[in-house]
């Protein structure tokens, strides 16, 4: 079983849908939850970082995790063509652990 | 202020050769990363650098070396590569809080 597991989609939504990505994990050691956006063949960006259970913000996105389930999820809010790309979940105790991406279309 | 650099962007190699990537950032971090992305697998750790001249291993190190002689700079070698080694790599700094990407290297071991 991999510590992280996120479904790779992929996931096609239109434009101005609300969108849900997920993530579970399994190593209650995890501390900090990031959440990255990768667009096609580029390096991976950093979107959203929390280090608590709970709603974390930030504009469209809205990043949540639930420490006691082992589940992280991202919402994107009005989502737009510019959206489209692989969004990677991440998580760190010593060291980082990422998800395998879920890759993302945002139809006009 | 250029970020993460890597070279080469592409290369290919045939099994048994052997390459080093390298990679720059000149944000002054202290922690630096390689990173390998393969398809359904995610970024996996190679290894990583917590200060100049040190390194550890990380998820997948089999395979490769690495040096980090001077702070700014993070060498991956590939003493004999395999197709197995055929992936995207990424290299990655960091300070506290911020893993920042470089935009990859794409190598093809045939």
């Known amino acids: 079983q991999k510590e992280v597991e996120q479904d790779p989609g992929p996931l096609s939504v239109p434009e101005g849908a609300i969108v849900s990505l997920n993530c579970t994990y399994s190593n209650s050691a995890f501390q900090y939850f990031m959440w990255y956006r990768q667009y096609s063949r580029k390096g991976p960006e950093l979107l959203m970082y929390?280090?608590?259970?709970g709603n974390k913000e930030d504009g469209r996105f809205t990043a949540q995790v639930d420490k006691s389930s082992k589940y992280i999820s991202l919402f994107i809010r009005d989502s737009q063509p510019s959206d489209s790309a692989t969004y990677l979940c991440?998580?760190?105790?010593?060291?980082?652990?990422f998800g395998a991406g879920t890759r993302l279309t945002v139809k006009p | 202020n250029a970020g993460v650099t890597q070279t080469p962007k592409f290369r290919v190699l045939k099994t048994g050769q052997s390459m080093t990537l390298l990679c720059a950032q000149d944000?002054?971090?202290?922690?630096m990363y390689w990173y390998r992305q393969d398809p359904g697998m995610g970024l996996r750790l190679i290894h990583y650098?917590?200060?100049?001249?040190?390194?550890a291993k990380g998820e997948v190190p089999d395979g490769y070396n690495v040096s980090r002689l001077k702070k700014q700079n993070f060498l991956l070698g590939l003493e004999s590569a395999a197709p197995s080694q055929t992936s995207v790599y990424f290299c990655a700094s960091t300070d506290t809080d911020t893993q920042y990407f470089g935009p990859g290297t794409r190598l093809t071991v045939l």
């Open positions: 929390t280090y608590s259970s």
């Open positions: 944000m002054n971090h202290e922690y």
């Open positions: 991440a998580m760190r105790a010593n060291d980082m652990r």
């Open positions: 650098s917590v200060g100049e001249g040190t390194t």
